[in-house]
């Protein structure tokens, strides 16, 4: 990929990891998608500490997609969930790796996330391939 490509696979990717708190993709892209969102949590939380929402906004605007459904959670919702983390806001899991590829696989979670339990779903689709 070249280098405008890859910046937008990442904006993406890091939408929709604030959107729906965790995603499958390789290994590769879930590693320079948990440095995006480290840093743009970490910036969310310096910003709204120093009261400066507007930057905020804009900032974040500039560096995700879809800024009406991803700013109002990051500003609402994970400044205050990580008030007293400094970092570590998301985890990678490995998987087994994808079927047709076998491209190593993982997903990217937030940390602290009560949208589903990830070890019981990881298993179960373990379980399931295995019969």
């Known amino acids: 990929r070249n280098a405008k490509q890859l910046r937008h696979m990442l904006r993406n990717l ?3 990891l604030i959107e729906y708190e965790s995603v499958t993709t390789t290994l590769a892209k879930a590693k320079r998608t948990q440095a995006l969102v480290e840093n743009l949590i970490t910036k ?3 910003y709204k500490a120093s009261g400066e929402l507007e ?3 804009s900032k974040l605007g500039a ?3 879809k ?4 700013v109002p959670k990051m500003i609402n919702e994970l400044t205050t969930r990580y008030a007293n983390r400094d970092s570590g ?3 990678i899991i490995k998987l087994e790796p994808r079927l047709g590829d076998n491209a190593p696989q993982a997903v990217l979670e937030l940390v602290d996330s009560s949208t589903r339990e990830l ?3 990881y ?3 373990v379980v399931a391939r295995l019969e």
């Open 14 to 16: 890091g939408a929709s």
């Open 44 to 46: 969310s939380k310096k």
């Open 55 to 57: 930057k905020l906004r």
């Open 63 to 65: 560096e995700l997609y």
């Open 67 to 70: 800024p009406q459904v991803v």
């Open 89 to 91: 806001f998301t985890r």
């Open 119 to 121: 070890k019981f779903w």
């Open 123 to 125: 298993l179960a689709r």
